[in-house]
């Protein structure tokens, strides 16, 4: 069935650093796929989405490429602030139910100063 | 942006007891959603809804129910609580109008069994 993975659980960086947030995922269709970030006590909000291969999508200085022939969608910034601090969840919707998502265990993202 | 409620927003249950755990969404979205969410696990579907009166299984369903009396409101009903049950609840609605199911989350349910 479809899956999503994400390696990292905790990841710690300090502030102006890039980050790199490792997504793949495994389905036998046509994907979707979606990053959710999550503050402290907060509900999760939709950061990025994607349906296109090889085309970068961008929000709020964040950044993914969908790359179907490698199944990943890594989430991307070029200099975290200490307000990235969050967790991030990739999420999957594909056929045959494009109403259900599949998330992955989500990573945590600590900035410090 | 989709408005989601939840209430309680907090619940401390004895084991065996029933609880019951709401949700309204007020943009008129078709579908609705209860995730749990636990260390290391990330969100896990355990119900969700196309609209009044339907509820499909998710991932997690075992010593859950659902209830979708109307296209606001949306029940999770844990009949005979365990401890295994304590995690925090969250409820989403979403439509798949674009080709893919967006969904909007609320504010989450902190449920603790004894």
């Known amino acids: 069935g479809d899956s999503v993975t994400q390696t990292e659980g905790l990841v710690t960086l300090t502030k102006g650093l890039p980050v790199m947030l490792n997504c793949t995922y495994q389905?036998?269709?046509?994907?979707?796929l979606f990053w959710y970030v999550q503050h402290l006590n907060e509900a999760p909000k939709l950061l990025l989405k994607s349906s296109t291969d090889n085309k970068r999508t961008e929000h709020q200085g964040f950044y993914a490429t969908l790359h179907k022939s490698s199944s990943s969608f890594h989430l991307q910034k070029s200099s975290v602030q200490l307000s990235d601090s969050a967790l991030y969840f990739c999420a999957l919707t594909s056929g045959p139910n494009y109403n259900v998502l599949y998330f992955g265990s989500g990573t945590k993202l600590t900035v410090e100063p | 942006e989709a408005a989601v409620t939840q209430s309680p927003r907090n619940k401390v249950a004895v084991t065996g007891g029933k609880v019951t755990l709401s949700c309204n969404q007020t943009?008129?979205?078709?579908?609705m959603y209860w995730y749990r969410q636990d260390t290391g696990h990330g969100l896990r579907l355990i119900h969700y809804s196309y609209g009044a009166g339907s509820t499909e299984k998710g991932d997690i369903p075992d010593g859950y129910k659902a209830s979708r009396p109307s296209q606001e409101n949306f029940s999770l009903i844990l009949e005979l609580a365990t401890p295994s049950q304590t995690s925090v609840y969250f409820c989403?609605?979403?439509?798949?109008?674009?080709?893919?199911?967006?969904?909007?989350f609320g504010p989450g349910t902190r449920l603790t069994v004894l």
């Open positions: 943009n008129n979205h078709n579908n």
């Open positions: 389905t036998t269709y046509s994907p979707f």
């Open positions: 989403a609605s979403g439509d798949a109008t674009g080709g893919y199911a967006e969904q909007f």
